[in-house]
């Protein structure tokens, strides 16, 4: 996500990046739902092709809230929308601006980066995650026991760049300390940083609890430390698109948030069915003939869970306006990083320039009865 930053900074380099995952991934996973979408939507007059890139370089179970589960029960197609999704870690935000993709798995605080505070014509139209859910943890068995214990520190990230900086600027600043008072290093995906805990090459790492429960399966433990809890004010990830298609093509907007949403309340319902749609439709993630598949399954329940748990999704109702956002969460972000100096704009930042939540009860309005388990 952070290697968004990366991304701007590679230039039309990090645009061939894209282009040959996107060519690789959507020829390996079968990501198109073309098929599902001559089915599902056999009643639309005409399709859109659409394309979503996810920013991770390692596609787990813990992804699928974010437009994969959507694709694979043909919510899209329900919508005449031909969605296509890959999977990059890096240059994210250029692969949107440069119309390689149509939407972008995104953070709040990349858009602000982006542009120093100014609009940079692109906006936020689904917030996955109501409350920011990185978080530092270390082993269970270190002696760290908070952020405040970090001075000194190496920190292990999936990537350099603002958003892993803000938040453990932000984490630190509760302390008394500033970024200067640690080393931040990347880690990449999957193991590795896990790795580098056990071995000692970091002393604590930033990730998300469906990574840090895929660890605790291996037998490495891990606990979250203290002083984190701040992150409840912050929005987390969602999906960016441009301004352009968000003024010219509602219809798409809408008809993507509501599959997403929709999808949504199928995970809360059937998370044993959404897992088995997952191995279905990237079946490198299934395992293999001969393995234990019930083992597998409780794994990958387990992953889900708890990133089901740190969406909010677990605690909400059926009937929440799921994608939704506000200026004042906005607000939240904007504020800080000026504070901080973290963005210095040379002008009002304005947070209704950064995303669109008009079409949100639209996305929401759509019969949770017909709701029900695909086998």
């Known amino acids: 996500m952070s290697g968004l930053t990366k991304g701007l900074r590679a230039g039309v380099a990090a645009v061939g990046v894209i282009a040959a995952a996107v060519a690789l991934a959507g020829c390996a996973n079968g990501a ?14 005409e399709t859109t092709p659409a394309h979503l890139v996810i920013g991770t370089a390692d596609l787990d179970v813990s992804y699928i809230p974010y437009g994969i589960l959507a694709n694979e029960l043909g919510y899209f197609a329900e919508e005449c929308i031909d969605m296509t999704i890959d999977a990059a870690a890096d240059g994210l935000l250029q692969s949107l601006t440069s119309g390689q993709a149509d939407f972008v798995m995104s953070s709040p605080s990349e858009s602000l980066f982006a542009g120093n505070g100014a609009p940079m014509g692109a906006e936020m139209i689904y917030n996955l995650i109501p409350d920011l859910n990185i978080s530092l943890a270390v082993l269970d068995d270190s002696a760290l026991t908070s952020v405040g214990d970090l001075k000194g ?39 590795t940083p896990m790795q580098a805990l056990d071995t000692g090459e ?25 002083g984190t809890e701040w ?71 387990a ?25 004042e969460r906005w607000q939240n972000q904007i504020d800080y990083f000026v504070d901080t100096g ?30 029900v388990e695909q086998k």
């Not at 790492?205 to 891990?222: I, Q, R």
């Not at 748990?309 to 506000?326: E, F, I």
């Open 342 to 371: 973290m963005i210095a704009p040379t002008g009002e930042v304005v947070p209704d320039t950064f995303f669109s939540a008009d079409h949100i009860p639209a996305a929401n309005d759509f019969d949770h009865d017909a709701i």
């Open 202 to 226: 970091v002393d604590a790492v930033l990730y998300w609890p469906g990574l840090y429960t895929s660890w605790e399966l291996a037998g490495y433990p891990t606990r979250v430390l203290e």
């Open 303 to 327: 992953i889900l869970d708890s990133t089901l748990v740190s969406m909010g999704v677990d605690d909400r109702p059926d009937d929440t306006l799921w994608g939704d956002q506000t200026a």
């Open 32 to 45: 198109s739902a073309s098929d599902d979408a001559a089915a599902a939507g056999a009643d639309c007059a």
């Open 153 to 191: 520190a190496v920190i292990g990230t999936w990537g350099l760049g603002p958003y892993a900086d803000a938040y453990v600027s932000r984490s630190l600043e509760l302390y008394g300390l500033t970024l200067d008072d640690v080393t931040i290093i990347e880690t990449g995906y999957g193991t």
């Open 231 to 301: 992150s409840s004010t912050m929005d987390g990830i969602g999906i960016l698109t441009t301004d352009t298609i968000v003024a010219d093509d509602p219809e798409l907007v809408e008809g993507v948030s509501r599959a997403i949403a929709k999808s949504t309340v199928y995970l809360r319902r059937f998370p044993e069915s959404a897992v088995r749609a997952f191995w279905a439709g990237y079946p490198e993630r299934a395992p293999l003939p001969g393995e234990d598949e019930t083992a597998a399954l409780e794994a990958d329940l």
